[in-house]
């Protein structure tokens, strides 16, 4: 099993339209959580951390079980400036560096 | 002010050369990494830092040589090049001791190994 597995996507999607993505981590000593966005020929560059409680940053919001081992990433109101790939990265413990998946590549469509 | 920065962004070089890439960050961090990411865009780590001591080391062959001077730069050397070591190379940043530590990623640098 991998260590962190993301739906591959990709997601096309209207403007408008609310999208989740979803991601699982297999290591249940895990610590910290992440959503990183990676725009085509860019760098990912860091969405949102991902705590215990959910949390929602204007219409995004994230959400973490631990319990069954995954976070999530809700996209309300899709604008075409949200196309771009979402990773999700775990940091295990200590001086471990980010783990990512794969990505979920995402398309809103006008 | 630029906070993570890599040179050179474009590197297009021939099987068998050796060739570095260099790496900056201005944030005051005391960990940085290098990542690599291939054609199937797969993040991977391949090496960080700890106020300039090395702390992990994947599976990378011993082609691949990081360096450290200080805890503002990690630099990548790369000898005897081969085609499978074409990829995006990201150099990135963290503070292990914050309660955040998530990492600022350089610009990447795109290996061609022709």
């Known amino acids: 099993r991998k260590e962190v597995e993301q739906d591959p996507g990709p997601f096309n999607v209207p403007e408008g339209a609310t999208v989740a993505f979803n991601c699982t981590y297999s290591n249940s000593a895990s610590q910290s959580f992440f959503w990183y966005r990676q725009d085509c020929r860019k760098e990912p560059k860091l969405l949102m951390s991902?705590?215990?409680s959910g949390n929602e940053d204007g219409r995004f919001t994230a959400q973490l079980n631990r319990a069954s081992q995954y976070i999530s990433l809700l996209i309300r109101d899709s604008k075409l400036s949200d196309s771009a790939t979402y990773l999700c990265a775990v940091i295990y413990s200590g001086n471990t560096p980010l783990v990512f998946g794969k990505g979920t590549r995402l398309s809103v469509i006008a | 002010d630029t906070a993570v920065s890599q040179t050179p962004k474009y590197l297009v070089t021939q099987m068998g050369n050796d060739k570095s890439i260099k790496c900056e960050q201005n944030l005051g961090h005391d960990t940085m990494y290098w990542y690599k990411q291939d054609s199937k865009k797969f993040l991977k780590i391949m090496f960080s830092?700890?106020?300039?001591?090395?702390?992990i080391n994947e599976t990378v062959p011993n082609r691949f040589s990081p360096k450290s001077p200080d805890k503002a730069h990690l630099n990548l050397h790369i000898n005897s090049l081969e085609l499978g070591d074409s990829a995006v190379y990201f150099c990135?940043?963290?503070?292990?001791?914050?309660?955040?530590?998530?990492?600022?990623f350089g610009p990447g640098t795109r290996l061609t190994v022709t």
């Open positions: 990135a940043s963290s503070q292990i001791r914050t309660s955040g530590r998530h990492q600022y």
């Open positions: 991902v705590y215990s």
């Open positions: 830092y700890n106020n300039k001591e090395l702390i």
